[in-house]
């Protein structure tokens, strides 16, 4: 029984030693190894999240919408089931039209919520936080109006056919994308560092598991 499990626990060592190196592979170039890595990944991550939707989401409206001491629970839940269920048309070819007014309500909420988090969980606390500071108030809630703006695509349509956006958007976009340039630069050397990082300590903790199984 000890060898069997000494065998699964190798067994296992070994594949997730593999799968990291194919994931690292992809520093040298793109590959089937690291696609497939990448493909086990996608498929587990996609199996994971349907048995918690199932768990924590579908299960339990089922069981309130059956439990007759909650009184009409199941009417609440009427619209979002009737537009879960017309998304699913865009699943079956030529009814995929169907699907669009749910994806219209995802979009035009996920908008409006990211709009009041864009105001009022980034620029407003900013301005407050720096109050204080003077000048560096003002910067930075000029860098994060900036930063705002390069997403404005609205614009008036010209004669010929093109959108001409405002006169602003060109002065106002570019130090809006300036900044989110460095911003992204950062991002990357962060996830640089924290990967080479990651790779350090995952080959340790495979040689500490390696050399404890064959000298243990």
């Not at 300036?178 to 640089?192: D, E, H, K, M, N």
Request: glycine share 10%; charged share 10%; proline share 4%.
């Amino acid at each position: 029984m000890e060898a069997l499990d000494n065998i699964g626990e190798i067994s296992g060592l070994l594949i997730g030693f593999l799968l990291t190196l194919f994931i690292y592979s992809f520093v040298v170039k793109d590959n089937p190894m690291y696609r497939l890595a990448v493909h086990i990944l996608v498929g587990v991550s996609a199996g994971f999240a349907a048995v918690v939707v199932a768990r924590q989401v579908l299960i339990p409206i089922a069981e309130s919408a059956l439990s007759p001491e909650d009184g009409f629970p199941i009417l609440l839940w009427i619209v979002p089931i009737i537009l879960g269920l017309i998304l699913l048309a865009k699943l079956v070819p030529g009814y995929e039209w169907l699907g669009n007014s749910s994806m219209a309500i995802l979009i035009t909420i996920g908008s409006a919520v990211g709009l009041v988090g864009a105001i009022v969980g980034t620029l407003l606390p900013q301005v407050i936080a720096r109050y204080d500071s003077g000048l560096l108030t003002f910067v930075v809630a000029g860098l994060t109006i900036c930063v705002l703006a390069y997403f404005h695509f609205t614009g008036r349509l010209t004669s010929t056919g093109q959108v001409k956006l405002p006169v602003w958007h060109k002065y106002v976009g570019l130090a809006g994308r300036f900044v989110i340039t460095i911003a992204l630069a950062g991002v990357f050397a962060g996830l640089f560092s924290t990967t080479l990082v990651l790779l350090s300590e995952r080959l340790g903790f495979y040689l500490d598991s390696f050399t404890a199984l064959f000298t243990g």
